[in-house]
């Protein structure tokens, strides 16, 4: 090592600093100064591939790494930048295109990385080449022996055709996650479209490292002799925040800087009101409440009126306005370029190795939301409320129901829900599906309400039949039997069961009823033929006994005589047919009821009753007297 004549004398930190310094030179002079792809899309076009090239130079890395990412939309100018970053032309440095496709593809980093503290030049600190030895070690001592390398890297422009929506967040998010400075390339002014993709991206890359996070802790984490499992451990610092630097390219706006317009524009917006989108708004900016902190703006102008030329157009005849800001951007990009941390603790090649390909596992295994994705999301969220509505109104209708009146209802509440349908549902791509897809989930509620209408109109039926079958279970043990009375309380039990049963049970319960009717009445009938029958045998035998004995009425008791022979022989006149089904019985049947509705049917039946036992009463007298 070459050291000054009559210099200071060097302090034991400051020798160990610059032989470290020396030997990280040794070590990275040898690589080649050409982009090497880290990351390239799979054929889907939708998910990431982790390149080797690339791996090894971040694992050949042993010191503390500072990635600076330029993300943006494509033909804005990214790889251009970064070449004249690097001091290179474009025939040496990243890839610039000048047609209408996207030149770069993924991620590549620069194959040469450059040392922090090393010379003014991007590009010249690599060799340690630009100042003598004893400047370089100068200017160690000054940064305190900054052995932090820079790793300029490229990313494929956003928005470009031909890809999902999901590839250009992967890519945006991984390049969150693994920038220890993020430049976000855009074109004239920032826009509300930039502030939102950088909030889902950050957002993004915090949920799906938090998660691979989780499941590598879960696994036993990742130790290896590079000392990657410091990535692995969980601790309260978490991911530190890189910072962000807003490059507005071809500026020539008037009004605020660049540095206050990043400032306005994520500071929050005035909401006296409580207005839901400005609400969504301060959510965004919420997100990136951290990285606001660390977010500086800085503007370009635009290098030459023939944009297409910039390649071929020597430094001298470039803006001078930009010739200089480009020079004073080198000197902001590494100021700001602080080493990549993860829970408080600097990263080295190998750690963030680890890293990006943890992440970009993490991030191929998840489905990603998309524009299409949350749009069918907030269509499938109308077609959810529509269902719902439509089953709130068949579940306001009080069970059991005619299914007629049922029927009614649905169809009130369908059209109203697909009408809801029509109105809420945003985009015609699908719309057929999202209403054929809401009429089988209206039709299965409705079947699932006929259903439960169908249980509730069983047990309200079944109770009625069931109460009415126990009623004429007990008129079949009534102690005078009556036809009449039989047929009445059967009539006011079906008369019931009519008016309370409802619902589709109704027709298959009744047909039971009346079936169950059918065979008490001929059960009861029988018996009560049989028991009249006897009656009026042991009353013909009893009225002759009493005549004879008791009152000495003799022609009553010749009466009573006569009918105990006529019960006695006239059934036997009848031995083909029933004698119940003669017309004499059936007037036998009808003057028992008239009596029994005289005796027992009627308020007035105590007076005849009374009336009755007088007139024996006056019988048994006058027979006495006449004794």
Known sequence: MVGRVGGPSRSPFAWACALLSFLICRQVAAFESRPLPLVLPLESRSQLSVQREGLDLLNSIPGPVSPVVIIGPYRSGKSFTLNQLLGLPCNQGFGVGHTRTTETKGIWLWGKPVLRAGAGGAGAGLEGGGAGAGQQQQQEEARGGDDTVLLYVDTEGFESTGKANSYDDRIFALSAMMSSLLIYNLPETIRESDVAKLSFAVELARGFYDRSEQANTSGGGEVDGSGSDI??????????PGSMLWLIQR????????????KSVLAPVDNPKHDTGLEALNQVRSSLSVLARNSTGFSLRQPHIDRARLCEIPDEQLDSTYTRQREELKELVKSLAQPRAIHGQPLTGPQLASLISRMVEALNEQEIPTATSLLAAFNRDVLTRCAANYTAALAAVRLPIEEDQLEAVELEARGAALEMLKVLQIGRQGAIDTRTE????????????RMENLAASNALCSELENKCEAELDELQNMR???????DSSYQHCEKVFTDQCRGPAKTPNAERLEKAGTRARKAFGKDYNDRLFTGLLVTALAAAVVFRFFLRAQLLEMAAWAAFLFLEVYPKLHPVTSMYD?????????????CMAVLFAFKGSGVLWLALVVALAVMRMCYSRRR
């Open 480 to 486: 005078l039997p009556s036809l009449r009375k039989f």
């Open 582 to 594: 003669t017309r004499g019985w059936a007037l036998t049947v009808r003057m028992w009821e008239v």
């Open 231 to 240: 990535i692995s451990r969980s601790g309260d610092g978490g991911v530190e």
């Open 438 to 449: 809401l009429v089988k989930e209206l039709e299965r509620a409705y079947q699932v309400r």
């Open 251 to 262: 500026d020539f706006l008037h009004g605020q800087t660049a540095d206050e317009l990043v």
